[in-house]
Protein backbone atom coordinates (compact mmCIF):
# COMPACT_ATOMS: atom_id res chain seq x y z
CA UNK A 1 0.00 0.00 0.00
CA UNK A 2 2.64 2.66 0.94
CA UNK A 3 4.10 1.70 -1.88
CA UNK A 4 1.19 1.72 -4.20
CA UNK A 5 1.03 5.46 -2.55
CA UNK A 6 4.66 6.28 -2.85
CA UNK A 7 4.76 5.53 -6.99
CA UNK A 8 0.76 7.52 -6.90
CA UNK A 9 2.63 10.65 -5.51
CA UNK A 10 5.84 10.15 -7.94
CA UNK A 11 3.25 10.03 -11.16
CA UNK A 12 1.16 13.03 -9.28
CA UNK A 13 4.47 15.19 -9.34
CA UNK A 14 5.09 14.42 -12.67
CA UNK A 15 2.35 15.66 -14.13
CA UNK A 16 2.00 18.67 -12.06
CA UNK A 17 5.54 19.41 -13.40
CA UNK A 18 4.24 18.98 -17.01
CA UNK A 19 1.33 21.34 -17.19
CA UNK A 20 3.13 24.29 -17.57
CA UNK A 21 4.20 25.77 -20.70
CA UNK A 22 7.56 24.05 -21.96
CA UNK A 23 11.11 25.59 -22.81
CA UNK A 24 10.30 25.99 -26.11
CA UNK A 25 6.99 26.74 -25.93
CA UNK A 26 8.23 30.05 -23.68
CA UNK A 27 11.04 30.83 -26.17
CA UNK A 28 8.78 30.62 -29.08
CA UNK A 29 6.17 33.37 -26.85
CA UNK A 30 9.19 35.52 -26.08
CA UNK A 31 9.83 35.98 -29.54
CA UNK A 32 6.33 36.71 -30.74
CA UNK A 33 6.41 39.09 -28.00
CA UNK A 34 9.41 40.80 -29.01
CA UNK A 35 8.99 40.81 -33.07
CA UNK A 36 4.86 42.50 -32.07
CA UNK A 37 6.87 45.41 -30.05
CA UNK A 38 9.21 45.40 -33.22
CA UNK A 39 6.23 45.84 -35.34
CA UNK A 40 4.71 48.80 -33.22
CA UNK A 41 7.21 50.79 -33.13
CA UNK A 42 7.19 50.92 -36.83
CA UNK A 43 3.82 51.58 -37.46
CA UNK A 44 4.29 54.51 -34.86
CA UNK A 45 6.84 56.03 -36.94
CA UNK A 46 4.88 54.78 -40.29
CA UNK A 47 1.59 56.98 -38.74
CA UNK A 48 4.07 60.11 -37.66
CA UNK A 49 5.03 60.25 -41.24
CA UNK A 50 1.23 60.00 -42.51
CA UNK A 51 0.57 62.89 -40.12
CA UNK A 52 2.99 65.08 -40.51
CA UNK A 53 2.07 64.99 -44.30
CA UNK A 54 -1.52 65.18 -44.13
CA UNK A 55 -0.61 68.24 -42.13
CA UNK A 56 1.65 69.56 -44.73
CA UNK A 57 -0.84 69.10 -47.38
CA UNK A 58 -3.59 70.59 -45.24
CA UNK A 59 -1.52 74.06 -44.88
CA UNK A 60 -1.13 73.72 -48.70
CA UNK A 61 -5.07 73.26 -49.88
CA UNK A 62 -6.10 75.96 -47.14
CA UNK A 63 -5.40 78.85 -49.23
CA UNK A 64 -4.28 79.13 -53.00
CA UNK A 65 -4.42 82.53 -53.49
CA UNK A 66 -2.51 85.32 -52.29
CA UNK A 67 -3.81 87.33 -49.76
CA UNK A 68 -3.85 91.29 -50.74
CA UNK A 69 -4.14 94.27 -48.00
CA UNK A 70 -3.11 97.88 -48.92
CA UNK A 71 -1.59 97.08 -51.45
CA UNK A 72 0.52 94.58 -50.15
CA UNK A 73 0.59 90.86 -51.62
CA UNK A 74 1.47 88.38 -49.20
CA UNK A 75 3.31 85.61 -51.32
CA UNK A 76 3.57 83.21 -48.43
CA UNK A 77 4.78 82.47 -45.13
CA UNK A 78 6.76 79.68 -43.48
CA UNK A 79 8.51 78.66 -40.58
CA UNK A 80 11.99 77.49 -41.21
CA UNK A 81 13.68 75.24 -38.13
CA UNK A 82 16.89 72.57 -37.91
CA UNK A 83 15.77 68.98 -37.87
CA UNK A 84 17.47 68.90 -34.28
CA UNK A 85 16.49 72.24 -32.86
CA UNK A 86 12.34 72.39 -33.75
CA UNK A 87 12.13 74.84 -30.99
CA UNK A 88 14.25 77.69 -32.45
CA UNK A 89 12.94 78.89 -35.64
CA UNK A 90 12.17 81.65 -37.92
CA UNK A 91 9.58 82.52 -40.19
CA UNK A 92 9.78 83.35 -43.38
CA UNK A 93 7.16 86.03 -45.15
CA UNK A 94 7.61 86.76 -48.97
CA UNK A 95 5.53 90.43 -49.69
CA UNK A 96 5.14 91.79 -53.45
CA UNK A 97 4.64 95.60 -52.39
CA UNK A 98 3.65 97.40 -55.58
CA UNK A 99 5.85 94.72 -58.04
CA UNK A 100 8.87 95.06 -55.57
CA UNK A 101 9.94 92.07 -53.36
CA UNK A 102 11.05 91.81 -49.94
CA UNK A 103 11.35 88.91 -46.94
CA UNK A 104 10.51 89.48 -43.67
CA UNK A 105 12.44 87.34 -41.63
CA UNK A 106 11.29 87.05 -37.70
CA UNK A 107 13.59 85.00 -35.29
CA UNK A 108 11.76 82.62 -32.29
CA UNK A 109 14.96 83.35 -29.72
CA UNK A 110 14.67 87.34 -30.16
CA UNK A 111 13.01 90.02 -31.12
CA UNK A 112 14.93 90.70 -34.64
CA UNK A 113 13.28 90.91 -37.25
CA UNK A 114 15.40 91.15 -40.80
CA UNK A 115 14.00 92.62 -43.94
CA UNK A 116 15.90 91.46 -47.51
CA UNK A 117 15.28 92.61 -51.07
CA UNK A 118 14.70 90.52 -53.43
CA UNK A 119 14.32 90.56 -57.09
CA UNK A 120 12.09 87.84 -58.31
CA UNK A 121 12.81 85.73 -61.65
CA UNK A 122 10.12 82.91 -62.39
CA UNK A 123 9.90 80.99 -59.31
CA UNK A 124 13.18 82.11 -57.76
CA UNK A 125 13.26 85.25 -55.32
CA UNK A 126 16.98 86.47 -55.01
CA UNK A 127 18.33 88.14 -51.79
CA UNK A 128 19.93 91.57 -53.19
CA UNK A 129 23.48 91.74 -52.27
CA UNK A 130 23.94 88.13 -50.93
CA UNK A 131 27.68 87.07 -50.95
CA UNK A 132 26.78 83.23 -51.38
CA UNK A 133 23.80 84.12 -54.44
CA UNK A 134 21.00 82.94 -51.84
CA UNK A 135 18.01 82.59 -52.99
CA UNK A 136 14.37 81.42 -52.05
CA UNK A 137 12.15 79.13 -54.49
CA UNK A 138 8.43 78.60 -54.09
CA UNK A 139 7.80 75.10 -55.38
CA UNK A 140 4.02 73.71 -54.71
CA UNK A 141 3.51 75.96 -52.39
CA UNK A 142 6.72 74.82 -50.71
CA UNK A 143 9.68 77.40 -50.00
CA UNK A 144 13.57 75.64 -51.06
CA UNK A 145 16.57 77.34 -49.45
CA UNK A 146 18.94 77.98 -51.87
CA UNK A 147 22.09 79.13 -52.64
CA UNK A 148 24.95 79.59 -55.69
CA UNK A 149 25.16 75.30 -55.31
CA UNK A 150 21.34 75.03 -55.71
CA UNK A 151 19.16 73.57 -52.92
CA UNK A 152 19.99 72.92 -49.52
CA UNK A 153 16.68 72.96 -47.62
CA UNK A 154 17.02 68.99 -47.03
CA UNK A 155 20.79 68.66 -47.44
CA UNK A 156 21.54 70.74 -44.27
CA UNK A 157 18.79 69.57 -42.18
CA UNK A 158 16.31 72.19 -42.03
CA UNK A 159 12.55 71.50 -41.76
CA UNK A 160 10.43 74.32 -43.71
CA UNK A 161 6.80 74.20 -43.34
CA UNK A 162 4.01 76.62 -44.64
CA UNK A 163 2.05 78.52 -42.18
CA UNK A 164 -1.50 79.74 -42.68
CA UNK A 165 -2.11 83.21 -43.67
CA UNK A 166 -4.70 85.22 -41.52
Not at 48 to 69: F, G, H
Not at 131 to 156: M, Q, V, W
Request: proline share 1%; with cysteine; aromatic share 12%.
Amino acid sequence: MKKNLFICLILCSFAAFSCGPSRDEFNRISAENAQLKEDNLALKAALEQCEWELDKYKRYTIREEPIVTNGKEVVGKWKVALSFSLDKYYTVEIINEKGKYHSKLEFSDSDKVKIEQLKKDGDKFFVVGSKSKDYYRIINGDLHLCDKDGDFTKGAGYVVTRMNLK
